[in-house]
């Protein structure tokens, strides 16, 4: 079993719809949650981050961990089409290692 | 330059050849990464240095040499690799900070083929 599991999509959705990203884990010693968008021919660029439980928002971004059912979630309101991209979680105990997820690509259709 | 940037962005090789990637950070950080991203598969991380000492080495094949000449430079140094080493390799770079966790800054990677 990976330690953590995404769905590789492809995930398409009109412009303007709210858009729901997951992600599960298997350890629950992960303590540090995070989310990547990566762009064709780039690299990631870290999104969200969040510590333990809860919720956090920016702008039209929030992410959402419950660690209770070890499930972590981004949400992004009033999609755009610069929103397209492959948007990766990414989990961690500690310093440095992050154990990522393989992915989610997303289209947002005008 | 600002961030992380790698050098070449593209890099075709036949198995017998030797190739380096190089990468450099202008982001004043103390430890530097190398992953490899392969289509429909999650990020492997291959490397960790934590000022300049490396730390990890997740049971990469000994084709796959780093060097980290200092906290700005790393390289990846390439030597008869297998047509299923084609990938994307990134570099990243972070804090390190004792304890916790540290964001990391990737660069835009190197686009790698074998042949």
């Known amino acids: 079993q990976k330690e953590v599991e995404q769905d590789p999509g492809p995930l398409s959705v009109p412009e303007g719809a709210i858009v729901s990203l997951n992600c599960t884990y298997s350890?629950?010693?992960?303590?540090?949650f995070m989310w990547y968008r990566q762009y064709s021919r780039k690299g990631p660029e870290l999104l969200m981050y969040?510590?333990?439980?809860g919720n956090k928002e920016d702008g039209r971004f929030t992410a959402q961990v419950d660690k209770s059912s070890k499930y972590i979630s981004l949400f992004i309101r009033d999609s755009q089409p610069s929103d397209s991209a492959t948007y990766l979680c990414?989990?961690?105990?500690?310093?440095?290692?992050?154990?990522f997820g393989q992915g989610t690509r997303l289209t947002i259709n005008p | 330059e600002t961030g992380v940037t790698q050098t070449p962005r593209h890099l075709v090789m036949g198995m017998t050849n030797k190739k380096s990637l190089k990468c450099e950070q202008h982001?004043?950080?103390?430890?530097m990464y190398w992953y490899k991203q392969s289509a429909k598969k999650p990020l492997e991380l291959m490397f960790v240095?934590?000022?300049?000492?490396?730390?990890e080495n997740n049971s990469v094949p000994s084709r796959f040499s780093p060097e980290c000449p200092n906290s700005s430079h790393l390289f990846l140094h390439l030597h008869t690799l297998q047509p299923e080493d084609s990938a994307l390799y990134l570099c990243?770079?972070?804090?390190?900070?004792?304890?916790?966790?540290?964001?990391?800054?990737f660069g835009p990677g190197t686009r790698l083929t074998v042949l």
């Open positions: 990243a770079s972070s804090q390190d900070p004792v304890g916790g966790t540290d964001t990391q800054y």
């Open positions: 350890n629950s010693a992960f303590q540090y």
């Open positions: 969040t510590y333990s439980s």
């Open positions: 990414a989990c961690s105990r500690g310093a440095q290692k992050l154990v």
């Open positions: 982001l004043g950080h103390n430890a």
């Open positions: 240095y934590s000022l300049e000492e490396r730390v």
